[in-house]
């Protein structure tokens, strides 16, 4: 069973657009969650994260937002980039210093 | 800058073949894991290890171990490879520190069983 699931696999925009990018999750004692990018031949890299006691983190473009009533989460890139264009995974963890669960990725393409 | 570094990035082996896969990170971190990547499943765990020589089972580790005998060093086996072990392996380190959640990747080996 999936835990954490990324149900959209492709997602388009154009640039200078909103990108958002959804996750939802099964398991209600997570407390951390993670948004990482990948490029194509490379390893993912940290993109945000957030608490289970936030409900929103920034940081420049990338916003993620927590709804732990529904247990959604979600990416926003604003604007979207050409290099934005990547797969984004969602992850989430249990407790401090445990596994990551991941979610199936949502291929990105933003277009000029 | 934290490196995570992979010994191949592409692997072509034939089934049956004991497969050795590398991982050497550089910044002394306590924890260490082996996924793998396919298409429509996302990131799986393999196995992980939060100390040398401890080694915890992940989500599908059937088929695989592990060992780690340096701080620095992960290594994945696959005692015994198989078509359906086709797949992009990626390594991963985290440090110890409890309030440390971020996974630093390697940049994949791409293994292909034949």
């Known amino acids: 069973d999936q835990q954490v699931k990324q149900n959209s696999p492709s997602l388009s925009v154009q640039e200078g657009r909103i990108s958002i990018l959804n996750c939802d999750y099964t398991n209600s004692m997570f407390d951390y969650f993670l948004w990482y990018k990948k490029y194509p031949a490379e390893g993912p890299t940290f993109l945000i994260s957030i608490s289970s006691i936030k409900d929103k983190n920034e940081d420049g473009r990338f916003t993620v937002f927590l709804n732990k009533s529904a247990k959604h989460l979600s990416l926003h890139i604003v604007p979207s980039q050409p290099g934005d264009s990547a797969v984004y995974f969602c992850?989430?963890?249990?407790?401090?210093?445990?596994?990551?669960?991941f979610g199936q990725g949502t291929e990105l393409s933003v277009k000029p | 800058d934290v490196k995570v570094t992979q010994s191949s990035r592409y692997l072509v082996k034939r089934t049956g073949e004991k497969v050795f896969l590398e991982c050497v990170q550089d910044?002394?971190?306590?924890?260490m894991f082996w996924y793998r990547q396919d298409p429509g499943l996302g990131l799986r765990l393999i196995y992980f290890s939060y100390d040398v020589k401890m080694k915890e089972k992940g989500d599908i580790p059937e088929g695989y171990s592990v060992s780690r005998e340096k701080k620095e060093r992960f290594s994945l086996i696959l005692e015994s490879a198989s078509t359906n072990q086709t797949s992009m392996y990626l390594c991963?380190?985290?440090?110890?520190?409890?309030?440390?959640?971020?996974?630093?990747f390697g940049p994949g080996t791409r293994l292909t069983v034949t």
């Open positions: 991963a380190s985290r440090a110890g520190d409890p309030s440390s959640y971020e996974q630093y």
């Open positions: 992850a989430a963890s249990e407790d401090q210093g445990g596994k990551l669960i």
């Open positions: 910044m002394d971190h306590e924890n």
